[in-house]
């Protein structure tokens, strides 16, 4: 059984940074995409960046030139920084995973990926 855990999340002033992690476990070989979506109150879950399995990253729009996602593959865990917050970042932030794919298509859709951490909140005051 795969699990996903985040850890992360706070409360920031406009213009701070954030670093998200999230372990995973439950799960062995090395080729799955994982990702990070974020939903807003009232909103559709929205897809943020992913990474390959060989470690290329993409990005969603709203994420492109602040925030960065990583991974360390020794740790299990996937990384996103996130810089320059502003308010709309507000939201839950959600890890994701999906192990029967090795390069993502870049749909930003959840149903692109078949497992999910709990969440971990994100909050940015102006």
């Known amino acids: 059984q795969v699990q996903l855990v985040e850890s992360g999340g706070g409360s920031v002033q406009t213009g701070g940074s954030l670093r998200l992690s999230c372990v995973a476990s439950?799960?062995?070989?090395?080729?799955?995409?994982m990702g990070w979506f974020r939903q807003a109150p009232g909103k559709e879950r929205e897809g943020i960046a992913a990474?390959?399995?060989?470690?290329?990253?993409s990005y969603a729009d709203s994420a492109k030139g602040r925030f960065t996602i990583s991974k360390d593959n020794g740790k299990n865990t996937l990384y996103l920084q996130m810089n320059s917050l502003k308010p709309e970042d507000t939201a839950m932030y959600y890890c994701?995973?999906?192990?029967?794919?090795?390069?993502?298509?870049?749909?930003?859709?959840?149903?692109?990926?078949?497992?999910w951490g709990q969440g971990t909140q994100v909050t940015v005051s102006s």
């Open positions: 994701a995973a999906d192990p029967t794919i090795s390069r993502y298509g870049g749909s930003w859709s959840p149903l692109d990926f078949g497992y």
């Open positions: 439950g799960y062995t070989g090395s080729s799955y995409v």
């Open positions: 990474i390959d399995s060989d470690g290329s990253p």
